[in-house]
């Protein structure tokens, strides 16, 4: 949205030192197949297995923010090794967000729930629980909510990660800064208390007090706008944690590396606050932008590829959750509140539609401050065009796919992945295309 003011060890020196020595390579070469075998896996007998997408067994989401394709992966000169990795990997050139202005998009990559009046405004008017008001007659997975209203969903809707809980599987949400400043939310599973204002819109710049700053942003974690987790506390909290204490510890064996890991920096590190230039700085004086985004991928990724689980049969995906195609359209003055208009294109793929619970056209207002609101105009249903990248020894590198995808495609995916049991709200469309040849061309 517009910016506002653990376990386990690993279990030889040999693992230790390839893991090292990996990190390394990674960081200087920025290959993302180095240090792994791309040929065929074997079974427990020895005799070579032709690899499917199930052999899969590690996915590492990492979500960015706020980026158009034609900067991110074209025209920007602040992310050389992020361009760099789409030499590695599969470069999705059609994929698109599926709303504006954050959190309904990552609501929508974990649940498959469309936008909501409130999520398409990232609930800035408080931490309110979706009332049901039934089921889409037209996609019955699909939960209305009363009035159109609401951000957090009752516990009959299902999410990816209770999916992975079905077929015993594990996950792990990583969330930047979370916890930094303990009196603005906890270090894990950190959401304000239901019907509170969520404190966490705004960057809090470093103080003697809390020296690192706090950049953690609730609407940036999926997993808080669900009561089928936050409402069982001890479970939330194993899952629900601090990217900087927990990550890099959890990677060093397959044992502790969850199947799945979805990745969310702090709002410098993904690039929703700054420009990039350091003109107009992140609150901990960051430059932000694209270019904290390609400082953050190019000390993780390494990191993540030097891993046993990722060696093995890991994927990395990179996205975003929607594009910076925001037209400016005026601004105005009225009782002392400076409004500012913006018109978001809403650009989508693959047959989106709008839902029971939001319309297009619409308008919104987020009051930033007593002095500060965005008007917002949502001319089309989706989230534009941002682009996303794969890296995996399944992936031939250098693929380009030119399929149109968005996040509904990323969750449809995940679900055929890790074979779960059915596809969640609108990633349960027969015409709705997953991850597919077109990517794993290293698999059958």
């Known amino acids: 949205m517009p910016t506002m003011p653990s376990k386990g060890r690993l279990t030889s020196r040999r693992a230790a030192n390839a893991l090292l020595s990996c990190a390394v390579l990674g960081a200087i070469a920025w290959t993302a197949t180095g240090c792994s075998n791309s040929g065929p896996i074997e079974n427990r007998g020895g005799i070579p297995v032709a690899p499917k997408q199930q052999s899969i067994r590690h996915v590492f989401v990492i979500t960015m923010e706020n980026k158009s394709f034609k900067d991110t992966f074209g025209t920007s000169k602040q992310a050389p090794d992020l361009q760099a990795m789409a030499k590695q990997g599969a470069l999705l050139t059609q994929y698109y967000g599926t709303g504006h202005v954050s ?28 009332v049901a008001d039934g089921w889409d007659a037209a996609n019955p997975k699909v939960l209305k909510a009363k009035n159109g209203m609401g951000c957090v969903y009752p516990k009959e809707v299902k999410t990816f990660v209770n999916q992975l809980d079905e077929v015993r599987l594990t996950w792990k949400g990583y969330m930047g800064d979370m916890g930094n400043d303990p009196t603005r939310e906890a270090a894990t599973c950190g959401h304000p208390k239901i019907g509170a204002i969520d404190n966490t819109h705004s960057a809090q710049a470093p103080t003697a007090d809390v020296p690192q700053g706090d950049q953690y942003a609730t609407r940036h974690n999926p997993f808080m706008y669900f009561h089928s987790i936050i409402d069982d506390q001890a479970y939330c909290n194993s899952h629900d944690v601090n990217l900087e204490a927990n990550l890099q510890k ?54 993540i590829q030097a891993s046993p ?15 910076a195609d925001m037209v400016p359209a005026g601004k105005s003055e009225s009782g002392g509140v400076t409004t500012i208009t913006l018109n978001l294109p809403g650009e989508s793929c693959c047959g989106q539609q709008v839902g029971p619970n939001v319309k297009r056209p619409d308008d919104a207002i987020i009051p930033v401050s007593a002095k500060l609101a965005y008007k917002l105009h949502y001319q089309g249903v989706g989230g534009d065009r941002t682009g996303a990248l794969l890296l995996s020894k399944f992936i031939k590198p250098g693929t380009v796919s030119e399929t149109p995808y968005n996040h509904y495609s990323l969750l449809k995916s995940l679900e055929n992945i890790f074979q779960t049991r059915e596809y969640l709200g609108y990633a349960d469309n027969k015409n709705l295309a997953p991850f597919d040849s077109d990517v794993f061309i290293n698999l059958q």
């Open 103 to 130: 959190l309904d998009n990552y609501v929508a990559m974990m649940s498959g729930q469309p936008s909501t009046k409130e999520t398409q405004s990232d609930c800035v008017q408080g931490f309110n629980d979706v």
């Open 250 to 303: 959890d990677l060093r064996s397959i044992d502790t590396t969850p199947n799945f890991a979805f990745i969310t920096p702090n709002l410098c590190d993904d690039g929703h606050d700054g420009d990039g230039t350091g003109a107009q700085p992140c609150a901990n004086g960051d430059k932000g932008g694209l270019t904290s985004v390609n400082a953050f991928l190019k000390k993780w990724v390494p990191i």
């Open 309 to 323: 689980a990722y060696q093995k049969d890991g994927l990395v995906i990179i996205n975003f959750d929607e594009s």
